[in-house]
T-cell receptor
């Protein structure tokens, strides 16, 4: 069972470069999420998609864009990377929002911006 | 706004001893609370949740959590710690509108042999 798959696992960028982080889930979940994890700050929500065709901002959306490509895939794009975006990025999915179902997480993308 | 606090950055316990990882919450309305665990270089894994009902919630890997409304707490517990329980633990609260979670900053649990 693959669950939530994130690619790539590691990436190093230079300031100003662009990049898209990919996420796919095979659990037929409706809702998908992007978080960033920084030391001592827990997980912070960047964007989420309650269902195919919808996206909403989370706590820290500035500098990011997202695309819900279809029910399975939810990508995160950095248009002009900045050192402050160095972080570990996690994608998650759940059966639906407006419910108490737990979120399932991928293993993360470790992104360094020089 | 909903929030959770994990007052301890790190908890140390000897194998075989009981463990407690603390979480307090601040919500408007009924609290819906979760615990997740993160092992090194992995994503978060769901342990348990409190929605309603019994104040003692049982979850995966022998963990349980006690919901206390008067103390606004949701502490994670295990009667006998294992070295393999060493990991980063996150408490989370479901936000109003039930769309998203807000996570605490995490507590590192270290279980010594």
């Amino acid at each position: 069972n693959a669950g939530v798959t994130q690619t790539p696992k590691f990436q190093v960028l230079k300031t100003g470069q662009s990049m898209t982080l990919q996420c796919a889930q095979d659990m037929n979940h409706n809702s998908m999420y992007w978080y960033r994890q920084d030391p001592g700050m827990g997980l912070r929500l960047i964007y989420y998609s309650a269902s195919e065709g919808t996206t909403d901002k989370g706590e820290v959306p500035n500098g990011y864009n997202v695309s819900r490509l279809n029910k399975r895939e939810f990508s995160l794009r950095l248009e002009s990377a900045a050192p402050s975006q160095t972080s570990v990025y996690f994608c998650a999915s759940s059966e639906q929002t407006e419910s108490y179902q737990p979120q399932h997480f991928g293993d993360g993308t470790r992104l360094s911006i020089l | 706004a909903q929030s959770v606090a994990q007052p301890e950055d790190q908890v140390n316990v000897a194998e075989g001893n009981p463990l407690t990882v603390k979480c307090t919450y601040s919500v408007s309305g009924n609290p819906y609370l979760f615990w997740y665990v993160q092992y090194p270089n992995r994503g978060l894994q769901f342990l348990l949740k409190y929605i309603t009902g019994d104040n003692l919630v049982k979850g995966s890997y022998g963990f349980e959590a006690e919901f206390n409304k008067s103390q606004t707490s949701f502490h994670l517990k295990k009667p006998s710690a294992l070295v393999s329980d060493s990991a980063l633990y996150f408490c989370a609260v479901l936000n109003s509108g039930y769309s998203t979670l807000t996570f605490g900053k995490g507590t590192m649990l270290l279980v010594s042999p």
